[in-house]
Nanobody
């Protein structure tokens, strides 16, 4: 399974941005999907996940109420980000297949995309 993240860019604090993750196979519909971010010099940080059917979502405390994860097709997952803050800057990675343990563990996923860079200026 190949995952392609897109939609990143340079924005100002308070702006909105929508990220998209496209999968190469329809089989991705069977997997939990997640977004994880990594700021320069820091480890991976869980952002959000959505289950296979799309009826269960979970967010980190730092983005709850500002970000929305959704699945709008068998192969595409989006992350709508609003009221962005400089602390939201980083490379956003989409991931698939929660392989065990807590799906809010940023290292719990079997498939990873290459990431898209989000930079939020103050």
């Amino acid at each position: 399974v190949q995952l392609q993240a897109s939609g990143g860019g340079l924005v100002r604090a308070g702006d909105s941005l929508t990220l998209s993750c496209a999968a190469s196979l329809r089989a991705i519909a069977a997997y939990t999907m997640a977004w994880v971010r990594q700021a320069p010099g820091k480890g991976r940080e869980f952002v959000a996940y959505i289950n296979q059917s799309g009826d269960r979502v979970f967010y980190s405390d730092s983005v709850k109420g500002r970000f929305t994860i959704s699945r709008d097709s068998a192969r595409r997952t989006t992350l709508r980000m609003t009221d962005l803050e400089p602390g939201d800057s980083g490379v956003y990675l989409c991931a698939a297949q929660c392989v065990g343990g807590s799906c809010s563990n940023p290292n719990a996923y079997g498939y990873w995309g290459q990431g898209t860079l989000v930079t939020v200026s103050s």
